[in-house]
């Protein structure tokens, strides 16, 4: 399951009129991914508000303090934070690390190249072990590198699985308007989508996959 992958399950909370749930909400301390005027940033819960509507709104503090207030909706990815509070900063200082890395340095650490991903999607494809062919971030690591998963590492795929090169071979799944996988695409989709990028500005660096 996807959310239990990237993220942790929320608490769920109800309004005092019963005939409207609160939407569920992510506890305080929780580390974040979320947009705000089309930037994505990293932050932690300071606190939530939960509108008479049903709808869930955090108060963000990214890295360097600065304070956000977001709906629910502009969250991309979560990760739980330690109860033990250096741990819990020592987690946010990793996070935020792995938000900075170029897509170079994410390929690098995570020691996942173009051809890589490929045998993933071929595995993922194939696999009827992978649900409907969804590929989760933690999946990726495991499939590639045999172990589970850290969070850091899982936010690391995470991003990596969002690039131009990853959308050669997977399809976003979305839920409710959010990221819920990535889907293994068709060949023939993945022919197409090849060509399309290695014709792109953005096949700079990966002369190499677009020769073979």
């Known amino acids: 399951d996807f959310y239990q ?3 942790h399950t929320p608490s ?30 990293v932050g932690r819960i300071i606190s939530s508000e939960h509108k008479s509507n049903g709808g869930a709104r955090y108060e963000i503090m990214d890295h360097d303090g600065k304070k956000f207030s977001i709906a629910d909706k502009a969250v991309s990815y979560s990760v739980s ?7 819990a900063v020592r987690l946010f200082d990793a996070i935020y690390s792995a938000h900075e890395e170029s897509e170079f340095e994410l390929r690098t650490d995570l020691a996942i190249s173009p051809e890589i ?8 494809a ?5 649900e409907d062919h969804v590929l989760t971030p933690k999946a990726l690591i495991d499939l590639v590198h045999s172990k589970a ?3 850091v590492d899982a936010y690391k795929a995470w991003r990596l699985l969002k690039t131009d090169i990853a959308h050669v071979f997977f399809k976003e799944m979305k839920e409710k308007g959010r990221v819920v996988g990535f889907k293994a695409k068709p060949l023939k989709a993945v022919e197409a989508a090849k060509t399309t990028f290695c014709r792109s ?9 677009c020769l073979v």
């Open 5 to 7: 992958n990237a993220f």
């Open 12 to 41: 769920s909370i109800y309004s005092k009129n019963d005939d409207i749930p609160q939407q569920q909400a992510f506890a305080d301390g929780t580390i974040l991914e979320f947009s705000e005027k089309s930037r994505v940033h």
């Open 81 to 87: 934070a330690p109860n033990n509070e250096p741990a």
């Open 117 to 124: 991903l490929e045998l993933a999607w071929e595995e993922a």
């Open 126 to 130: 194939s696999d009827l072990t992978f």
């Open 149 to 151: 998963a850290s969070a």
């Open 201 to 209: 500005e953005h096949a700079g660096d990966d002369l190499d996959f």
